[in-house]
Protein backbone atom coordinates (compact mmCIF):
# COMPACT_ATOMS: atom_id res chain seq x y z
CA UNK A 1 0.00 0.00 0.00
CA UNK A 2 1.34 3.13 -0.74
CA UNK A 3 2.57 5.38 2.00
CA UNK A 4 1.76 9.03 1.10
CA UNK A 5 -0.24 11.15 2.67
CA UNK A 6 -3.82 10.53 2.00
CA UNK A 7 -6.05 13.33 1.06
CA UNK A 8 -8.96 14.52 2.55
CA UNK A 9 -10.70 16.12 0.13
CA UNK A 10 -11.43 15.07 -3.86
CA UNK A 11 -12.57 12.07 -5.40
CA UNK A 12 -11.79 8.34 -4.34
CA UNK A 13 -12.50 5.74 -7.17
CA UNK A 14 -11.83 2.22 -7.10
CA UNK A 15 -10.01 0.20 -9.40
CA UNK A 16 -10.03 -3.42 -10.17
CA UNK A 17 -7.58 -6.23 -11.70
CA UNK A 18 -8.89 -9.18 -12.83
CA UNK A 19 -5.46 -11.18 -13.82
CA UNK A 20 -4.45 -14.61 -14.17
CA UNK A 21 -4.27 -15.75 -10.61
CA UNK A 22 -6.42 -13.47 -8.76
CA UNK A 23 -8.81 -10.15 -8.58
CA UNK A 24 -7.61 -7.43 -6.67
CA UNK A 25 -9.69 -3.84 -6.09
CA UNK A 26 -8.23 -0.94 -4.70
CA UNK A 27 -9.73 2.81 -3.79
CA UNK A 28 -7.30 5.28 -4.58
CA UNK A 29 -7.45 9.27 -4.37
CA UNK A 30 -6.39 11.95 -6.28
CA UNK A 31 -2.32 11.56 -5.00
CA UNK A 32 -2.42 7.91 -5.77
CA UNK A 33 -2.57 6.90 -2.71
CA UNK A 34 -4.11 3.48 -1.94
CA UNK A 35 -6.33 3.90 0.70
CA UNK A 36 -7.55 0.41 0.86
CA UNK A 37 -6.54 -3.14 -1.03
CA UNK A 38 -8.75 -6.34 -1.08
CA UNK A 39 -7.58 -9.90 -3.02
CA UNK A 40 -9.39 -12.88 -4.25
CA UNK A 41 -7.49 -15.75 -5.74
CA UNK A 42 -9.01 -17.29 -9.22
CA UNK A 43 -8.08 -21.20 -9.42
CA UNK A 44 -6.08 -22.18 -12.68
CA UNK A 45 -7.54 -25.05 -14.29
CA UNK A 46 -5.07 -26.96 -16.99
CA UNK A 47 -7.39 -30.33 -17.97
CA UNK A 48 -4.76 -31.20 -20.62
CA UNK A 49 -1.49 -29.98 -21.96
CA UNK A 50 -1.10 -26.48 -22.82
CA UNK A 51 -4.69 -26.09 -21.53
CA UNK A 52 -5.05 -23.04 -19.17
CA UNK A 53 -8.47 -21.84 -18.11
CA UNK A 54 -10.71 -19.93 -15.73
CA UNK A 55 -14.69 -20.58 -14.49
CA UNK A 56 -15.67 -17.33 -15.84
CA UNK A 57 -18.35 -16.96 -12.90
CA UNK A 58 -14.98 -16.00 -10.81
CA UNK A 59 -14.52 -12.95 -12.57
CA UNK A 60 -17.42 -11.16 -11.71
CA UNK A 61 -17.64 -13.22 -7.98
CA UNK A 62 -14.01 -11.88 -7.38
CA UNK A 63 -14.96 -8.67 -8.45
CA UNK A 64 -17.92 -8.47 -6.35
CA UNK A 65 -16.71 -9.24 -3.17
CA UNK A 66 -13.06 -7.05 -3.49
CA UNK A 67 -15.40 -4.35 -4.73
CA UNK A 68 -17.36 -4.66 -1.31
CA UNK A 69 -14.26 -5.42 1.37
CA UNK A 70 -12.81 -2.46 0.41
CA UNK A 71 -15.77 0.15 0.34
CA UNK A 72 -16.49 -1.34 3.39
CA UNK A 73 -13.72 -0.60 5.06
CA UNK A 74 -14.30 3.03 4.40
CA UNK A 75 -16.45 5.44 6.64
CA UNK A 76 -20.02 6.70 4.95
CA UNK A 77 -18.40 9.82 4.17
CA UNK A 78 -15.62 8.54 2.45
CA UNK A 79 -17.95 6.33 0.49
CA UNK A 80 -19.91 9.33 -0.73
CA UNK A 81 -16.44 10.22 -2.16
CA UNK A 82 -16.66 7.65 -4.23
CA UNK A 83 -16.99 9.00 -8.04
CA UNK A 84 -16.30 5.86 -10.75
CA UNK A 85 -14.66 2.76 -11.23
CA UNK A 86 -12.24 1.86 -13.40
CA UNK A 87 -11.09 -1.47 -14.56
CA UNK A 88 -8.17 -3.74 -15.78
CA UNK A 89 -7.87 -7.16 -16.38
CA UNK A 90 -5.83 -10.08 -18.10
CA UNK A 91 -5.44 -9.58 -21.62
CA UNK A 92 -6.60 -12.00 -24.60
CA UNK A 93 -8.60 -14.29 -22.26
CA UNK A 94 -11.79 -15.17 -22.55
CA UNK A 95 -15.85 -16.60 -22.47
CA UNK A 96 -19.03 -17.27 -24.28
CA UNK A 97 -22.23 -16.09 -22.31
CA UNK A 98 -25.67 -16.05 -22.64
CA UNK A 99 -27.69 -13.35 -22.52
CA UNK A 100 -28.02 -13.37 -18.67
CA UNK A 101 -24.59 -13.46 -17.86
CA UNK A 102 -24.22 -17.17 -17.25
CA UNK A 103 -20.94 -18.79 -18.51
CA UNK A 104 -21.51 -21.58 -21.05
CA UNK A 105 -17.72 -23.02 -20.86
CA UNK A 106 -14.63 -22.49 -18.88
CA UNK A 107 -12.93 -18.87 -19.99
CA UNK A 108 -9.82 -19.21 -22.52
CA UNK A 109 -6.71 -17.87 -21.13
CA UNK A 110 -3.94 -15.48 -22.63
CA UNK A 111 -1.22 -18.25 -21.79
CA UNK A 112 -2.99 -21.04 -23.35
CA UNK A 113 -1.06 -23.23 -26.21
CA UNK A 114 -3.80 -25.24 -27.25
CA UNK A 115 -4.10 -23.33 -31.22
CA UNK A 116 -0.65 -24.00 -32.62
CA UNK A 117 -2.31 -25.54 -35.48
CA UNK A 118 -4.77 -22.87 -36.07
CA UNK A 119 -1.39 -20.42 -35.67
CA UNK A 120 0.22 -22.06 -38.85
CA UNK A 121 -2.64 -22.08 -40.79
CA UNK A 122 -4.25 -18.19 -39.86
CA UNK A 123 -1.34 -16.41 -39.18
CA UNK A 124 0.09 -13.89 -41.54
CA UNK A 125 1.87 -10.30 -42.01
CA UNK A 126 -1.75 -9.39 -43.09
CA UNK A 127 -3.61 -10.39 -40.04
CA UNK A 128 -0.74 -8.89 -37.83
CA UNK A 129 -0.81 -5.84 -39.76
CA UNK A 130 -4.70 -5.45 -39.54
CA UNK A 131 -5.05 -5.84 -35.83
CA UNK A 132 -1.50 -5.28 -34.33
CA UNK A 133 -0.85 -9.06 -33.01
CA UNK A 134 1.51 -11.00 -34.46
CA UNK A 135 0.73 -14.51 -35.18
CA UNK A 136 1.32 -16.28 -31.27
CA UNK A 137 0.04 -18.02 -28.27
CA UNK A 138 -1.24 -15.17 -26.91
CA UNK A 139 -3.94 -13.44 -29.14
CA UNK A 140 -7.21 -15.08 -28.35
CA UNK A 141 -8.13 -15.34 -32.63
CA UNK A 142 -6.98 -18.57 -32.94
CA UNK A 143 -7.80 -19.66 -30.01
CA UNK A 144 -11.40 -18.86 -31.18
CA UNK A 145 -10.77 -20.86 -34.00
CA UNK A 146 -9.40 -23.85 -32.37
CA UNK A 147 -12.92 -23.72 -30.27
CA UNK A 148 -14.95 -22.92 -33.89
CA UNK A 149 -13.16 -26.24 -35.38
CA UNK A 150 -13.21 -28.92 -31.82
CA UNK A 151 -16.42 -27.21 -29.89
CA UNK A 152 -18.95 -25.01 -32.38
CA UNK A 153 -21.18 -25.69 -29.80
CA UNK A 154 -20.02 -23.18 -27.30
CA UNK A 155 -20.25 -20.21 -30.30
CA UNK A 156 -23.25 -21.67 -31.45
CA UNK A 157 -25.83 -20.94 -28.39
CA UNK A 158 -23.31 -17.91 -27.05
CA UNK A 159 -25.34 -14.61 -26.59
CA UNK A 160 -21.74 -12.99 -26.43
CA UNK A 161 -18.57 -13.92 -26.32
CA UNK A 162 -16.35 -11.37 -24.40
CA UNK A 163 -12.94 -10.39 -22.85
CA UNK A 164 -12.54 -10.61 -19.25
CA UNK A 165 -13.59 -6.74 -18.92
CA UNK A 166 -16.88 -6.79 -20.76
CA UNK A 167 -17.80 -9.72 -18.07
CA UNK A 168 -17.13 -7.86 -15.18
CA UNK A 169 -18.85 -4.35 -16.86
CA UNK A 170 -21.89 -6.61 -17.43
CA UNK A 171 -22.58 -7.41 -14.26
CA UNK A 172 -21.62 -4.08 -12.99
CA UNK A 173 -23.82 -2.26 -15.62
CA UNK A 174 -26.02 -4.46 -17.54
CA UNK A 175 -24.32 -3.65 -20.40
CA UNK A 176 -22.52 -5.73 -22.71
CA UNK A 177 -19.69 -3.40 -23.36
CA UNK A 178 -15.82 -3.64 -23.48
CA UNK A 179 -13.18 -0.64 -23.43
CA UNK A 180 -11.33 -0.19 -26.86
CA UNK A 181 -8.14 -0.47 -24.87
CA UNK A 182 -9.44 -3.49 -23.78
CA UNK A 183 -10.88 -6.09 -25.99
CA UNK A 184 -8.37 -4.73 -28.75
CA UNK A 185 -6.34 -7.87 -27.46
CA UNK A 186 -8.49 -10.34 -28.44
CA UNK A 187 -6.92 -9.76 -32.01
CA UNK A 188 -10.53 -8.83 -33.68
CA UNK A 189 -10.00 -5.64 -34.37
CA UNK A 190 -8.94 -3.30 -37.81
CA UNK A 191 -6.59 -1.73 -34.93
CA UNK A 192 -6.43 1.79 -37.06
CA UNK A 193 -10.30 2.12 -37.19
CA UNK A 194 -10.35 0.71 -33.75
CA UNK A 195 -12.93 -1.31 -34.67
CA UNK A 196 -14.09 -5.16 -35.05
CA UNK A 197 -13.19 -6.74 -38.46
CA UNK A 198 -15.35 -8.82 -40.20
CA UNK A 199 -12.53 -10.95 -42.08
CA UNK A 200 -10.93 -11.79 -38.47
CA UNK A 201 -14.30 -12.32 -36.73
CA UNK A 202 -14.77 -14.91 -39.81
CA UNK A 203 -11.73 -16.76 -38.86
CA UNK A 204 -12.55 -16.63 -35.49
CA UNK A 205 -15.95 -18.45 -36.01
CA UNK A 206 -17.57 -15.36 -34.05
CA UNK A 207 -20.18 -13.09 -35.27
CA UNK A 208 -20.41 -9.38 -34.69
CA UNK A 209 -23.54 -9.41 -32.70
CA UNK A 210 -21.93 -11.30 -30.61
CA UNK A 211 -19.28 -9.19 -29.79
CA UNK A 212 -19.73 -6.36 -26.72
CA UNK A 213 -20.33 -2.71 -27.72
CA UNK A 214 -17.05 -1.06 -27.83
CA UNK A 215 -16.14 2.23 -25.88
CA UNK A 216 -13.08 4.45 -25.84
CA UNK A 217 -10.78 4.35 -22.68
CA UNK A 218 -11.24 6.80 -19.76
CA UNK A 219 -15.23 7.36 -21.24
CA UNK A 220 -18.13 6.35 -19.20
CA UNK A 221 -19.73 3.18 -20.25
CA UNK A 222 -22.36 2.79 -18.14
CA UNK A 223 -23.65 3.60 -14.29
CA UNK A 224 -23.47 1.14 -11.94
CA UNK A 225 -26.58 -0.76 -11.07
CA UNK A 226 -28.74 0.68 -8.40
CA UNK A 227 -28.98 -2.42 -6.77
CA UNK A 228 -25.45 -2.11 -6.33
CA UNK A 229 -25.16 0.53 -5.32
CA UNK A 230 -27.57 0.51 -2.35
CA UNK A 231 -25.69 -3.12 -1.41
CA UNK A 232 -22.26 -1.10 -1.09
CA UNK A 233 -23.35 2.01 0.42
CA UNK A 234 -22.99 4.32 -2.00
CA UNK A 235 -25.23 7.34 -2.42
CA UNK A 236 -26.10 7.28 -5.99
CA UNK A 237 -24.96 4.89 -8.97
CA UNK A 238 -21.27 5.69 -10.18
CA UNK A 239 -20.00 5.62 -13.72
CA UNK A 240 -18.34 2.26 -14.84
CA UNK A 241 -14.91 4.10 -16.82
CA UNK A 242 -13.77 2.01 -19.85
CA UNK A 243 -10.14 0.88 -19.10
CA UNK A 244 -7.40 -0.83 -20.55
CA UNK A 245 -5.45 -3.94 -20.29
CA UNK A 246 -3.42 -5.01 -17.65
CA UNK A 247 0.02 -4.59 -19.45
CA UNK A 248 -1.15 -1.11 -20.64
CA UNK A 249 -2.26 -0.27 -17.68
CA UNK A 250 0.92 -1.22 -15.94
CA UNK A 251 2.82 1.66 -18.27
CA UNK A 252 -0.19 3.96 -16.96
CA UNK A 253 0.26 3.31 -13.82
CA UNK A 254 3.91 3.97 -13.83
CA UNK A 255 3.46 7.41 -15.58
CA UNK A 256 5.66 6.11 -19.12
CA UNK A 257 3.72 8.41 -21.36
CA UNK A 258 6.92 10.25 -22.22
CA UNK A 259 9.06 9.85 -25.11
CA UNK A 260 12.18 8.06 -24.35
CA UNK A 261 10.36 6.32 -20.89
CA UNK A 262 9.09 2.77 -21.49
CA UNK A 263 7.46 0.79 -19.02
CA UNK A 264 9.40 -3.16 -17.88
CA UNK A 265 6.81 -5.46 -16.24
CA UNK A 266 8.71 -8.28 -14.97
CA UNK A 267 5.91 -10.12 -13.76
CA UNK A 268 5.08 -13.71 -14.54
CA UNK A 269 5.44 -12.84 -17.45
CA UNK A 270 7.58 -10.00 -18.95
CA UNK A 271 6.68 -7.19 -21.05
CA UNK A 272 8.04 -4.09 -21.82
CA UNK A 273 6.30 -0.96 -23.70
CA UNK A 274 6.50 2.85 -25.32
CA UNK A 275 3.51 4.93 -26.07
CA UNK A 276 3.27 6.03 -29.32
CA UNK A 277 1.22 8.93 -31.29
CA UNK A 278 0.39 6.89 -34.02
CA UNK A 279 0.29 3.20 -35.56
CA UNK A 280 3.33 1.25 -36.08
CA UNK A 281 3.56 -2.12 -37.65
CA UNK A 282 6.84 -4.51 -36.93
CA UNK A 283 7.23 -7.64 -36.91
CA UNK A 284 9.17 -7.59 -33.91
CA UNK A 285 6.67 -6.43 -31.70
CA UNK A 286 2.81 -6.04 -30.93
CA UNK A 287 0.58 -2.72 -31.13
CA UNK A 288 -2.37 -2.34 -29.15
CA UNK A 289 -4.77 0.45 -28.25
CA UNK A 290 -3.18 2.95 -25.52
CA UNK A 291 -5.67 4.01 -22.20
CA UNK A 292 -4.37 7.66 -23.86
CA UNK A 293 -6.89 8.86 -26.46
CA UNK A 294 -5.79 8.27 -29.93
CA UNK A 295 -2.29 6.91 -28.38
CA UNK A 296 -0.94 3.60 -29.09
CA UNK A 297 1.23 1.31 -26.93
CA UNK A 298 4.02 -1.15 -28.44
CA UNK A 299 4.88 -3.73 -26.70
CA UNK A 300 7.14 -6.52 -26.47
CA UNK A 301 6.11 -9.84 -24.91
CA UNK A 302 8.50 -12.53 -22.99
CA UNK A 303 5.90 -15.36 -21.38
CA UNK A 304 8.47 -16.72 -18.92
CA UNK A 305 9.63 -14.36 -16.44
CA UNK A 306 8.85 -14.59 -12.46
CA UNK A 307 6.92 -18.16 -13.20
CA UNK A 308 10.54 -19.63 -14.73
CA UNK A 309 12.49 -18.20 -11.93
CA UNK A 310 10.13 -20.15 -9.59
CA UNK A 311 9.42 -23.10 -11.36
CA UNK A 312 13.46 -23.42 -11.10
CA UNK A 313 13.53 -22.97 -7.22
CA UNK A 314 10.87 -25.19 -6.82
CA UNK A 315 11.65 -28.14 -9.30
CA UNK A 316 15.29 -28.26 -7.95
CA UNK A 317 14.81 -27.43 -4.39
CA UNK A 318 17.89 -26.50 -2.06
CA UNK A 319 19.18 -29.97 -1.33
CA UNK A 320 20.82 -28.13 2.06
CA UNK A 321 17.26 -26.75 3.04
CA UNK A 322 15.07 -29.46 1.44
CA UNK A 323 11.35 -28.16 1.46
CA UNK A 324 12.24 -24.95 2.77
CA UNK A 325 12.25 -22.25 -0.24
CA UNK A 326 14.08 -19.24 0.73
CA UNK A 327 13.94 -16.57 -2.49
CA UNK A 328 16.10 -14.11 -0.67
CA UNK A 329 18.36 -17.35 -0.18
CA UNK A 330 18.48 -18.18 -3.20
CA UNK A 331 18.95 -14.79 -4.85
CA UNK A 332 21.65 -14.63 -2.59
CA UNK A 333 23.33 -17.37 -4.28
CA UNK A 334 22.77 -16.20 -7.53
CA UNK A 335 24.30 -12.95 -7.04
CA UNK A 336 27.61 -15.05 -5.72
CA UNK A 337 28.01 -16.47 -9.32
CA UNK A 338 30.17 -14.02 -11.86
CA UNK A 339 27.98 -13.11 -14.60
CA UNK A 340 28.01 -14.99 -17.43
CA UNK A 341 27.18 -18.18 -15.15
CA UNK A 342 30.44 -19.96 -15.76
CA UNK A 343 29.46 -20.72 -19.54
CA UNK A 344 26.10 -21.87 -18.96
CA UNK A 345 23.75 -20.18 -21.20
CA UNK A 346 20.10 -20.66 -21.17
CA UNK A 347 16.91 -20.27 -23.65
CA UNK A 348 14.23 -19.11 -21.64
CA UNK A 349 11.41 -20.55 -23.91
CA UNK A 350 9.35 -23.41 -20.99
CA UNK A 351 5.88 -21.30 -22.60
CA UNK A 352 6.96 -20.92 -26.36
CA UNK A 353 9.00 -17.96 -27.47
CA UNK A 354 6.87 -14.24 -28.65
CA UNK A 355 8.30 -11.24 -29.43
CA UNK A 356 10.38 -11.34 -31.78
CA UNK A 357 10.21 -14.75 -32.96
CA UNK A 358 6.26 -15.65 -32.26
CA UNK A 359 7.12 -19.48 -32.41
CA UNK A 360 4.50 -21.94 -30.60
CA UNK A 361 6.74 -24.61 -31.09
CA UNK A 362 10.08 -22.91 -28.69
CA UNK A 363 11.18 -24.77 -26.10
CA UNK A 364 13.50 -24.31 -23.40
CA UNK A 365 17.32 -25.56 -23.34
CA UNK A 366 20.37 -25.02 -21.63
CA UNK A 367 23.43 -24.69 -23.06
CA UNK A 368 26.99 -25.13 -21.46
CA UNK A 369 26.35 -27.77 -18.89
CA UNK A 370 30.16 -28.61 -16.46
CA UNK A 371 30.46 -30.79 -13.56
CA UNK A 372 31.34 -27.46 -11.85
CA UNK A 373 27.99 -26.03 -12.47
CA UNK A 374 25.76 -25.91 -9.90
CA UNK A 375 21.65 -24.96 -8.53
CA UNK A 376 22.94 -21.57 -8.29
CA UNK A 377 24.61 -21.57 -11.74
CA UNK A 378 21.28 -22.48 -13.48
CA UNK A 379 19.43 -20.01 -11.47
CA UNK A 380 21.51 -17.33 -12.02
CA UNK A 381 21.62 -18.23 -15.92
CA UNK A 382 18.03 -18.27 -16.27
CA UNK A 383 17.96 -14.78 -14.23
CA UNK A 384 20.46 -13.48 -16.71
CA UNK A 385 18.66 -15.29 -19.79
CA UNK A 386 15.22 -13.33 -19.26
CA UNK A 387 17.57 -10.18 -19.58
CA UNK A 388 18.99 -10.80 -22.56
CA UNK A 389 16.03 -11.70 -24.03
CA UNK A 390 14.71 -7.92 -22.59
CA UNK A 391 17.62 -6.31 -24.45
CA UNK A 392 17.58 -7.56 -27.75
CA UNK A 393 13.42 -6.49 -27.10
CA UNK A 394 14.00 -2.98 -26.69
CA UNK A 395 16.47 -3.08 -29.33
CA UNK A 396 13.83 -3.57 -31.59
CA UNK A 397 11.33 -1.10 -29.79
CA UNK A 398 13.97 1.70 -30.11
CA UNK A 399 14.80 0.61 -33.90
CA UNK A 400 10.55 0.64 -34.65
CA UNK A 401 10.01 3.97 -33.41
CA UNK A 402 13.25 5.62 -34.34
CA UNK A 403 13.41 6.77 -30.51
CA UNK A 404 15.88 5.40 -28.10
CA UNK A 405 14.56 4.19 -24.78
CA UNK A 406 16.52 6.11 -21.79
CA UNK A 407 14.52 5.07 -18.81
CA UNK A 408 12.54 1.91 -17.77
CA UNK A 409 9.95 2.67 -15.07
CA UNK A 410 9.89 -1.37 -13.65
CA UNK A 411 7.44 -3.47 -11.59
CA UNK A 412 6.10 -6.96 -10.92
CA UNK A 413 7.71 -9.25 -8.62
CA UNK A 414 10.94 -10.18 -10.17
CA UNK A 415 11.54 -6.39 -9.28
CA UNK A 416 11.65 -7.10 -5.58
CA UNK A 417 15.10 -9.08 -5.99
CA UNK A 418 17.75 -6.82 -5.88
CA UNK A 419 19.97 -9.03 -7.96
CA UNK A 420 17.60 -9.35 -10.70
CA UNK A 421 17.33 -5.76 -10.94
CA UNK A 422 20.93 -5.02 -11.13
CA UNK A 423 21.60 -8.19 -14.15
CA UNK A 424 18.64 -6.57 -15.71
CA UNK A 425 20.07 -2.72 -15.43
CA UNK A 426 23.47 -4.15 -16.69
CA UNK A 427 22.17 -6.21 -19.08
CA UNK A 428 19.66 -3.62 -20.77
CA UNK A 429 21.86 -0.45 -20.29
CA UNK A 430 19.31 1.62 -19.04
CA UNK A 431 18.76 3.40 -15.51
CA UNK A 432 15.93 1.31 -13.79
CA UNK A 433 13.37 3.06 -11.23
CA UNK A 434 11.29 1.35 -9.37
CA UNK A 435 7.63 1.94 -9.03
CA UNK A 436 6.12 1.86 -5.49
CA UNK A 437 3.13 0.61 -5.84
CA UNK A 438 2.55 -3.36 -5.89
CA UNK A 439 -1.03 -2.72 -7.47
CA UNK A 440 0.43 -1.06 -10.58
CA UNK A 441 -2.14 -2.31 -13.42
CA UNK A 442 -4.57 -1.12 -10.87
CA UNK A 443 -3.26 2.44 -10.43
CA UNK A 444 -3.68 2.38 -14.01
CA UNK A 445 -6.93 1.92 -14.23
CA UNK A 446 -7.94 4.35 -11.41
CA UNK A 447 -5.38 6.83 -13.39
CA UNK A 448 -8.41 6.53 -16.28
CA UNK A 449 -10.82 6.84 -13.78
CA UNK A 450 -9.53 10.08 -12.44
CA UNK A 451 -9.10 11.40 -15.72
CA UNK A 452 -12.60 10.84 -16.92
CA UNK A 453 -13.91 13.11 -14.47
CA UNK A 454 -11.56 15.62 -14.66
CA UNK A 455 -10.01 15.43 -11.38
CA UNK A 456 -6.37 16.65 -12.61
CA UNK A 457 -6.77 18.68 -15.34
CA UNK A 458 -9.55 19.86 -18.13
CA UNK A 459 -10.09 17.94 -21.11
CA UNK A 460 -7.16 18.16 -24.14
CA UNK A 461 -8.30 20.91 -26.93
CA UNK A 462 -9.78 17.55 -28.50
CA UNK A 463 -12.35 16.89 -25.76
CA UNK A 464 -10.69 13.93 -25.01
CA UNK A 465 -9.79 13.46 -21.21
CA UNK A 466 -6.12 14.47 -20.18
CA UNK A 467 -5.11 10.71 -18.94
CA UNK A 468 -1.22 11.64 -18.87
CA UNK A 469 -1.47 14.42 -16.34
CA UNK A 470 -3.72 12.48 -13.93
CA UNK A 471 -0.68 9.29 -14.66
CA UNK A 472 2.05 12.25 -13.45
CA UNK A 473 0.14 13.40 -10.59
CA UNK A 474 -0.44 9.79 -9.16
CA UNK A 475 2.90 7.53 -9.92
CA UNK A 476 5.11 7.32 -7.10
CA UNK A 477 8.51 5.87 -7.29
CA UNK A 478 11.27 4.85 -5.28
CA UNK A 479 15.37 4.32 -6.11
CA UNK A 480 16.80 4.22 -9.57
CA UNK A 481 18.87 1.19 -10.46
CA UNK A 482 21.74 2.50 -12.64
CA UNK A 483 23.79 0.11 -14.75
CA UNK A 484 27.92 -0.76 -14.53
CA UNK A 485 28.59 -0.51 -18.06
CA UNK A 486 31.80 -2.31 -17.66
CA UNK A 487 29.20 -5.51 -17.14
CA UNK A 488 27.37 -4.38 -19.63
CA UNK A 489 29.88 -4.50 -22.26
CA UNK A 490 30.61 -7.54 -20.98
CA UNK A 491 27.13 -8.90 -21.29
CA UNK A 492 27.35 -8.19 -24.63
CA UNK A 493 29.81 -10.58 -25.67
CA UNK A 494 27.26 -13.03 -23.84
CA UNK A 495 24.23 -12.10 -25.18
CA UNK A 496 25.89 -12.59 -28.85
CA UNK A 497 26.06 -16.24 -27.95
CA UNK A 498 22.35 -16.31 -26.29
CA UNK A 499 21.47 -15.36 -29.82
CA UNK A 500 22.77 -17.58 -31.83
CA UNK A 501 20.69 -20.81 -30.14
CA UNK A 502 17.28 -20.04 -31.18
CA UNK A 503 18.32 -20.44 -34.88
CA UNK A 504 20.07 -22.94 -34.43
CA UNK A 505 17.50 -25.25 -32.51
CA UNK A 506 14.56 -23.86 -34.65
CA UNK A 507 13.97 -27.29 -36.69
CA UNK A 508 14.98 -28.97 -33.55
CA UNK A 509 12.14 -27.94 -31.45
CA UNK A 510 9.97 -28.23 -34.50
CA UNK A 511 10.69 -31.70 -34.85
CA UNK A 512 10.76 -32.17 -31.14
CA UNK A 513 7.43 -30.87 -31.23
CA UNK A 514 6.07 -33.54 -34.15
CA UNK A 515 7.14 -36.11 -31.62
CA UNK A 516 5.53 -35.02 -28.52
CA UNK A 517 2.35 -35.07 -30.80
CA UNK A 518 2.89 -38.51 -31.94
Known sequence: MSERQRTQQGPLVVAIDS???????????TNGTVWATARRPIPLLTPAMDHYEHDPALWWRTSHETIGEVLGGLSQADRDRVAAIGIT??????????????????GILWLDGRAAEQIERHGSAHVH?????????T?????????????????????????VLGAIVFNLTGRWASSTAAADSLGLFDIQRRDWSDELLQIAGVRRDQMPELVAPASPIADIRPELAAEWGLARPIPVIAGLGDGQAAGIGAAAVDPGVGYLN??????AGVESGSYIYNPAFRTHVSGIPGNYVLEVLQSSGSYLAGWVRDTFGDPDHPGDPDVERDNAAAAAIAPGADGLVTLPYWNAVQSPYWDALARGAVVGWRGTHTRAHLYR??????????????????????????QLRIMGGGARSGVWRQIMADVTGVPLTVCLEEEISALGAAVLAMAAINAHAEPLADGS?????????MASFGETVHPDMELHERYRRIAAVHARLYPALRETFQELAALSQD
Open 19 to 29: STTSTKAIVVD
Open 89 to 106: HQRESFAPFSADGTPLAN
Open 129 to 137: ELSGKPAGV
Open 139 to 163: PAIYKMAWVTQHHPEWFARADKVTD
Open 266 to 271: MGTAVN
Open 381 to 406: SVLESICFEMRRNLDELADGTGTPIT
Open 465 to 473: PDVASSARA
